[in-house]
């Protein structure tokens, strides 16, 4: 004599399910196969070789060097994206909208013709006499232009919409102006600013196209390790490249999920 | 006197928004400062915080000059209308705010905010975050931050107005009851004249950037400066070229001296009150009536009966 009580289940209707078969077969052929396939081909020769190919020395010194150079492109973007950002918004100048438009043109050029602009201005020949060609410094200013956009574009809209209203208060309050940024304004901004970051970083340690021309690609000093990947391939060691892109992609995605944990953490207090 | 403003005029661009205004607000006082959007009520109570410069004049707050005062340094407490709550900071941290700047020891921020949220019925809600409450919740939150450093003046700018009907009602008496116990001298914008009434003890009516009448809301009801003041303070209509109180109007079937005769038009219940539609000579009137009055006169649409301001109303002529 139990009464048994049917529960209604809730499904996805007819036209969820298909948009959501969509995006994860699209997801799937686009990304994640691809991505299964590289780490897959990493272990075709066993964890010995994989270890091996990664530690080569130079295969170390350009791993080391590209998410060396990557976490402090990510830093100075951190800093100047968010002034950036914050002069786009507070401040009232001729040519705003041209900047404005300007900050996009590290997204919209082709990277190599970036590695070009910037040999010409930077390199051997440089009419400014800074020469960064072939030196470290060369391949952290490229990798500084290709992500300028990313913490901008993502601080900008956050700044946009927050409620100057609570800058007041906090006047009224007593605070000044050191003291609204530190306690009103920062905490608001963090979230943007550290996941604007993060994409910089992910993007900056697979960059290949604009360090190609002014690093001189010279292993064990200014080689980075897309670079590396590329020898590696025309080389014939697949296994090897495969072994590198696992590590790059390894670091990308505890980036983002470390910076992604930080923003969860951030925003259930918000 | 709390404030004292004298002369002070301000304008964006070029469009003027206070006019040679001069205004005196008494210590431990709740003054309304009454007029319709764009009157530069929200502009005034602006510059006593400090959020907007004067062009000329002079603010005074407890007898010192602030009008080059900043903000920070008033000691004013203001509300905003959006309540303008630090999405990051807990309830409790936003009402402790002014007191960690001002570094007070911890215990002592402590019990005065719960003393706060206390006041404001929010002391059960202190761990939670601004996203979590209700918008009179988040008003509240707001007074009670703007409360913690003992501000000499509580400004507040529309603080009900984003808020539903209902809570707003309950928060005007609420209001009333916590100036009671409380005592700051407190200014608060409005554009609802029964919010106004209701709450403020003196009421500043201001039209076109200028104070356009002061006084307490009896005063400003039935003696009203100019034709405006009558018709944003109440219900009017106009009675033999005057502007009349529609409740002061006495109305018979038989003819009265000084009464003019006219038509019923309609006759409208709301609820305990009835409004008798009237036409006098070609122009519409209306009247306000009890419900038992109405069923006395048994009016029907088409009688004729005689009109008359009731003896001792206020009526304003008009200019015609």
């Known amino acids: ?270 | 006197m709390a404030i004292e403003i004298r002369d002070v005029n301000k304008s964006f661009g070029t469009t003027p928004v206070l006019r040679d205004v001069s205004l005196d607000v008494a210590a431990g006082s709740l003054t309304a400062l009454l007029g319709p959007s764009g009157g530069g009520k929200s502009t005034l109570l602006r510059v006593i915080a400090g959020l907007e410069r004067p062009d000329t004049g002079t603010v005074r707050i407890s007898g010192v000059d602030a009008t080059r005062l900043s903000p920070q340094r008033r000691n004013v407490g203001f509300v905003f209308q959006h309540y303008a709550a630090f999405k990051h900071l807990t309830v409790f941290r936003n009402v402790a705010f002014g007191l960690e700047i001002r570094k007070r020891p911890k215990a002592e921020i402590r019990k005065r905010v719960m003393e706060l949220l206390e006041l404001v019925h929010l002391e059960k809600l202190a761990d939670r975050y601004p996203s979590q409450l209700s918008g009179g919740q988040r008003q509240r939150m707001a007074l009670a931050r703007a409360l913690a450093v003992e501000p000499q003046v509580l400004l507040l700018d529309e603080p009900f107005g984003a808020l539903d009907a209902q809570v707003r009602k309950e928060l005007r008496a609420w209001l009333r009851r916590l100036h009671d116990e409380v005592h700051v001298t407190t200014v608060f914008v409005t554009h609802d004249q029964e919010e106004a009434i209701e709450v403020a003890d003196t009421i500043v009516v201001l039209a076109g950037g200028e104070v356009v009448q002061t006084g307490s809301p009896v005063e400003v009801y039935d003696n009203p400066a100019n034709p405006f003041v009558m018709r944003f303070l109440g219900p009017v209509t106009e009675l033999g070229g005057s502007l009349v109180r529609p409740h002061d109007i006495e109305i018979s079937q038989d003819p009265v001296e000084g009464g003019s005769p006219a038509v019923v038009s309609r006759v409208v219940r709301l609820g305990f009150e009835a409004r008798v539609e009237v036409e006098i000579d070609g122009r519409e009137a209306w009247v306000q009536v009890t419900r038992e009055q109405a069923d006395r006169l048994g009016l029907e649409p088409g009688d004729t009966v005689h009109v008359r301001p009731l003896p001792g109303a206020r009526s304003l002529a008009l200019a015609v």
């Open chain 1, 1 to 270: 004599m139990t009464a048994i009580t049917v529960r209604p289940v809730r499904r996805p209707a007819g036209g969820t399910a298909a948009g959501l078969g969509v995006a994860v077969l699209y997801l799937s052929l686009i990304v994640l196969i691809p991505l299964a396939a590289v780490v897959w081909r990493s272990a075709d020769q066993g964890p010995g070789y994989f270890w091996r190919s990664v530690t080569t020395p130079d295969a170390w010194a350009a791993l080391t060097l590209t998410i060396g150079a990557s976490a402090l492109v990510a830093l100075i973007n951190l800093v100047m994206g968010t002034a950036i950002a914050w002069v786009l918004v507070r401040d009232r100048f001729p040519g705003r909208a041209v900047l404005d438009t300007i900050i996009d043109l590290p997204f919209a050029l082709p990277t190599i013709v970036a590695g070009l602009v910037l040999l010409a201005l930077y390199g051997p020949q440089s009419p400014l006499g800074i020469n960064l060609a072939y030196s470290r410094a060369g391949v952290v200013l490229a990798l500084m232009f290709v992500t300028l956009p990313f913490v901008v574009r993502t601080v900008q809209p956050v700044l946009l919409e927050l409620d100057t209203e609570m800058e007041q208060a906090a006047a009224s309050l007593g605070a000044g102006p050191f003291q609204i940024f530190r306690r009103v304004i920062l905490p608001n901004l963090i979230p943007a600013m550290l996941s604007g970051t993060a994409l910089a970083f992910t993007r900056a340690i697979a960059e290949f196209g604009s360090t190609v021309l002014i690093s001189g690609n010279l292993p064990f000093k200014t080689q980075v390790a897309a670079v590396n990947i590329f020898g590696q391939i025309e080389s014939d060691n697949t296994t090897g490249a495969a072994a590198i892109s696992t590590v790059l992609l390894a670091v990308a995605l505890v980036a983002l999920i470390t910076l992604d944990a930080l923003q969860r953490w951030g925003s259930r207090r918000g």
